[in-house]
Antibody, heavy 124, light 110 residues
């Protein structure tokens, strides 16, 4: 059974950097084809994809946020870390990490399962 | 504004079938067979119910099916049950190696 557990702050100040950690079990990011993605959801709004990191350290980012985002992995700890700089109140959202199962193509971005979500508020 | 267009709401009675559409362009839905569908209950994380247009993950009921025609993908739920109520989101891989989501559809079981 694959599980993802998220940790990180629930409140950050404007201009600060957000760092969220996704610790997973039941799967290894050394396994070919595996990926972990990040998705966020502002209150009452739609999902927004942030990026994904693959087992071979390939990374894809949302173009609109690419300059502010970094996704890294620590395979020894089974962790994926999301860093977002220069946080703004419009970045207030629930942030999710999610597992991308092994499939025939890395273009297949169906995420399952998801972490529990981290509700992040950006406010001074 | 989301890149993929979904109806804001759909409704159906128990036992009926409903279809939720997800419209994109030739740069996303129309160009690739990498559409996924998720169901989200209030306050919960989304759950994958369809991937790669029409594939069901293990444990997902056969009442859920996906299809695609041109730039529009569809999720059909047959034999509607009260527990199917929730928000449904589509997503698609794009030609820019990114992922777009739809705005979400609220399903009400009357």
């Amino acid at each position: 059974q694959i599980t993802l557990k998220q940790s990180g702050p629930t409140l950050v100040k404007p201009t600060q950097t957000l760092t969220l950690t996704c610790t997973f079990s039941g799967v290894s990011l050394t396994t070919g084809g595996v990926g972990v993605g990040w998705i966020r959801q502002p209150p009452g709004k739609a999902l927004e994809w942030l990026g994904v990191i693959y087992w071979d350290d390939d990374k894809w980012y949302s173009p609109s946020l690419k300059s502010r985002l970094t996704i890294t992995k620590d395979t020894s700890k089974n962790q994926v870390i999301l860093t977002m700089t220069n946080m703004d109140p419009v970045d207030t959202a629930t942030y999710y990490c999610a597992h991308r199962p092994v499939t025939s193509s890395r273009r297949s971005l169906g995420f399952d399962p998801w972490g529990q979500g981290t509700q992040v508020t950006v406010s001074s | 504004q989301s890149a993929l267009t979904q109806p804001a709401s759909v409704a159906g009675s128990p036992g009926q079938s409903i279809t939720i559409s997800c419209t994109g362009t030739s740069s996303d839905i129309g160009g690739f067979n990498y559409v996924s569908w998720y169901r989200q209950d209030p306050g919960k994380a989304p759950k994958l119910i369809i991937y790669d247009v029409s594939h069901r993950p293990s444990g997902i009921s056969h009442r859920f099916s996906g299809s695609k025609s041109g730039n529009t993908a569809s999720l059909t739920i047959s034999g509607l049950q009260p527990e199917d109520e929730g928000d449904y989101f589509c997503s698609s891989y794009t030609s820019s190696s990114t992922l777009d989501f739809g705005g979400g559809t609220k399903l009400t079981v009357l």
